[in-house]
């Protein structure tokens, strides 16, 4: 394992760089294969390792070793484990950081001393952290003490229990934009090279530039992160530019000092994007079609989540959701985006999701990557559309969803052979 290094290009900072991009998704009406695949299959599986689509065969993305599609795993706490109280409890003080400073060794005492004193500053706290890698692409991991991190990250996130509870237990929690640029499936085990596996339990928008992820403390050593090497740094924003010379100034040129987002970091969401599949319909039912939030909860297998979806919409039969999620991402195995702009396990377009994507797990927010979101707005979409008649209603329904008749043919042949399958 290696500390956290800091590339300066183009006047900006950032940590240091993944490998390789990720290379753009076929589109998901693409996905040729008919045969039934066995949902129950798809729960996670204890030991499994998945691997990051992006870094199997950079070349040719359909070689990419397959990575777990399941959604992630229900996150219950176990009772005698307390995560952090929310973000209006007594005692909590957000800080949002100003500086992140990377030290290519841990920081001594002095030093964080020495900048404690600096003017402006008003509060700092070190941390372990450094790069390990997953198949030879670079993960830039922080290791935290939850008490102590949550008041630096956005209120919001402060606020995801999920995300303390996943640290509780040992887990991966991504930050939301690295979850998407290198399509990590929340729930799946990722191998960390000459290391442990990882489970990749939540996402959050950490604000963080370079930091593509959290881990406690205790897996922080289980991998090697050196420690004490980052510092936050926190003080007024207008007084950020001064702040960062000060710093570097007093560190030398060995350590990185990067600025933080300022307000929009204090603004950051909890790692859920909004963007979708097809034009919305003109049904004339937009209100119905509108709901914010259903409650399906977060199933522990795609079988049980198409189950529990559709009765977001009385009349539908889950096989028809499961068909078109093996049709669209092959249960999330791709999730896009496709070359039409399609993202997520259900592949909505922006404009559709904007009408019809729904709350489905109850977290507060309609993400179109999460499996437990996308599935249940996919019911909602399907229902708009009178998808609960049946008959002739259903077929145009599923015509809305991709205009296609092919299609509509396909998705009813592979609901017809899960019906088979799951009597």
């Known amino acids: 394992m290696v500390a956290l290094a800091v590339l300066v290009a183009l006047g900006g900072v950032a940590l ?27 729960a996670p599986v204890v030991g499994r390792s998945a ?12 070689n990419a070793a397959p990575q777990s599609p399941a959604p992630e795993t229900p996150a219950s706490q176990p009772s005698g484990t ?29 030093s964080k001393e020495d900048i404690s004193r600096l003017k402006y500053v008003q509060k700092i706290d070190s941390f372990d952290g450094g790069a390990v890698k997953v198949s030879g692409v670079g993960l830039n991991l922080l290791a935290v003490d939850p008490a102590r991190f949550r008041a630096w990250v956005p209120r919001a996130v402060a606020d995801q229990q999920e995300v303390w509870s996943a640290l509780a237990r040992g887990e991966f929690v991504a930050d939301s934009s690295a979850a998407r640029r290198l399509g990590l499936v929340l729930g799946a085990e990722y191998q960390v090279d000459d290391g442990p596996r990882l489970r990749a339990a939540a996402s959050a928008a950490l604000g963080l530039p370079g930091v593509d992820g959290i881990v406690g403390e205790e897996t922080g050593r289980r991998l090697g992160l050196p420690p004490g090497v980052a510092l936050l740094v926190h003080g007024p924003e207008k007084a950020t530019a001064v702040l960062r010379a000060r710093v570097g100034r007093l560190l030398g040129s060995g350590s990185q000092v990067v600025a933080v987002g300022g307000s929009g970091t204090a603004k950051a969401g909890t790692g859920k994007a909004g963007t979708d599949k097809t ?22 297998s795609y079988l049980e989540l198409y189950r529990a979806s559709a009765e977001v919409c009385p009349g539908l039969s889950w096989t028809v959701l499961a068909a078109i999620g093996q049709v ?22 922006p404009a559709t999701w904007k009408a019809y994507g729904v709350d489905g797990d109850g977290d507060g927010v309609a993400d179109i990557w999460s499996p437990y979101d996308a599935v249940p707005s996919a019911a909602n979409y399907l229902c708009a559309n009178g998808a609960a008649q049946g008959g002739k209603k259903l077929e145009k329904a599923i015509w809305f969803y991709n205009h296609s008749w092919s299609y509509v043919s396909k998705v009813l042949a592979i609901s017809r052979g899960y019906a088979a399958a799951y009597p």
């Open 16 to 42: 240091a760089v993944i490998t390789g991009g990720r290379p753009a998704a076929p589109d998901g009406n693409a996905v040729t294969e008919s045969r039934i695949r066995d949902l129950a299959a798809i």
């Open 51 to 62: 691997t990051p689509p992006a870094t199997a065969d950079p070349v040719n993305p359909e």
């Open 82 to 110: 307390p995560g952090p109280q929310g973000a209006d409890s007594p005692g909590f003080t957000s800080t949002p950081p100003r500086l992140l400073v990377i030290s290519p060794s841990t920081l001594t005492e002095q």
């Open 279 to 300: 034009a919305p319909a003109k049904t004339g039912t937009d209100k119905t079609a509108k709901a914010a939030r259903v409650t399906v909860g977060r199933p522990g």
């Open 328 to 349: 669209e991402s092959s249960h999330g195995r791709n999730n896009g985006p496709s070359s039409a702009g399609a993202q997520g396990p259900m592949q909505f377009m």
